[in-house]
Nanobody, 121 residues
């Protein structure tokens, strides 16, 4: 079991950048794949990016080329660097432990409070 705390959200103009952080409790962070999800008003939660324990990454087509997921196992932290932000990126962003099954990412951890990202036009 882990506890995850997201931070780094805020209000930015379209075209701006923001870096989100997710700090995980426990000393076994390094063995888990991690993912960033987001939920916009009136929409379902969706996977934005994922990173394996070995550092391999995958991205949703909507953010590919703009967002970068990374992790620092010494700090038990996963990051989401967001650039060229668009109004449609506005959402609450959540991190989660994920499992990869047949190319599908499944969240395993409970959802925390997330961090709000608002992009103005």
């Amino acid at each position: 079991q882990v506890q995850l705390v997201e931070s780094g959200g805020g209000l930015v103009q379209a075209g701006g950048s923001l870096r989100l952080s997710c700090v995980a409790s426990g000393s076994v962070f390094s063995i888990n794949a991690m993912g960033w999800y987001r939920q916009a008003p009136g929409k379902q939660r969706e996977l934005v990016a994922a990173i394996s324990s070995g550092g391999r990454t995958n991205y949703a087509d909507s953010v590919k080329g703009r967002f970068t997921i990374s992790r620092d196992n010494t700090k038990n932290t996963v990051y989401l660097q967001m650039t060229s932000l668009k109004p449609e990126d506005t959402a609450v962003y959540y991190c989660a432990v994920v499992a990869v099954i047949a190319g599908t990412y499944l969240p395993l951890s409970s959802w925390g409070q997330g961090t709000q990202v608002t992009v103005s036009s």
